[in-house]
């Protein structure tokens, strides 16, 4: 079965310094896509990045980048020089390709992780 | 291009009143989706739509109906509520299979049911 984990359920840090989040998932597909989601305090869910399972090359963007290991099933995201806009609630989630009925993708979201950048 | 937006933002019912949240996209998604965001618990897929015309339970059916009026518009219609079904209900569509690919949200509508 599919599943999510995102052990830290809140974090909290000073401004400019960096902040990984962690993200475990389980699944027995060989193919599946990986997410992050930004839930900033006005509520709606921003996309960030999608990562397929037989990329394991890691991202940079900008301040944000992404660290993909197969090998342990993680996929954690790590903000550099943190910033008091990049408090939110943080969602990594997991599609496996064999569970795509007619283009529909069912994602399974993690519980989150409630990240606060203190000024 | 307003994405996908969602009708009512807030909404408080009595247990046993119905209900209907809607939900529009102007992406040309084929495909829609209703989840359930409750704390500690992450988002759960309550049902989605894989294109005009079709509907299936996602993980939590349970108290919920579905109607995909047309590609634009994907509604989810509470027929008895209950107390359990406060929550925050998000909207989403999606494109598969392209370099696009990723669900795109809705605002959220957050209901209490009293």
């Known amino acids: 079965a599919q599943k999510v984990t995102q052990a830290q359920t809140e974090i909290s840090v000073v401004e400019k310094e960096d902040v990984t989040l962690d993200c475990v998932y389980e699944?027995?597909?060989?193919?599946?896509?990986l997410f992050w989601y930004k839930q900033p305090p006005s509520g709606e869910l921003v996309f960030l990045i999608r990562?397929?399972?037989?990329?394991?090359q890691n991202e940079i963007s900008g301040r944000y980048s992404w660290n993909f290991q197969k090998s342990t099933s993680s996929f954690n995201f790590t903000i550099t020089a943190s910033q008091v806009v990049d408090s939110a609630v943080y969602f990594c989630?997991?599609?496996?390709?064999?569970?795509?009925?007619?283009?529909?993708?069912?994602?399974?979201f993690g519980q989150g992780t409630r990240l606060t950048i203190n000024p | 291009n307003a994405g996908v937006t969602q009708t009512p933002k807030f909404q408080v019912l009595k247990t046993g009143q119905s209900m209907t949240l809607q939900c529009a996209q102007d992406?040309?998604?084929?495909?829609m989706y209703w989840y359930r965001q409750d704390p500690g618990m992450g988002l759960r897929l309550i049902y989605y739509?894989?294109?005009?015309?079709?509907?299936d339970k996602g993980e939590v059916p349970n108290g919920y109906n579905v109607s995909r009026l047309n590609k634009r518009e994907f509604s989810l219609r509470l027929e008895s509520a209950a107390p359990s079904q406060t929550s925050v209900y998000f909207c989403?569509?999606?494109?598969?299979?392209?370099?696009?690919?990723?669900?795109?949200f809705g605002p959220g509508t957050r209901l209490l049911v009293l």
């Open positions: 739509s894989a294109s005009e015309g079709t509907t």
């Open positions: 699944t027995r597909d060989t193919t599946y896509y």
């Open positions: 992406m040309n998604h084929n495909s």
């Open positions: 989630a997991l599609s496996e390709a064999s569970r795509v009925v007619q283009g529909a993708q069912k994602l399974v």
């Open positions: 989403a569509s999606g494109l598969y299979g392209t370099v696009q690919e990723t669900q795109y």
């Open positions: 990562r397929n399972s037989f990329d394991e």
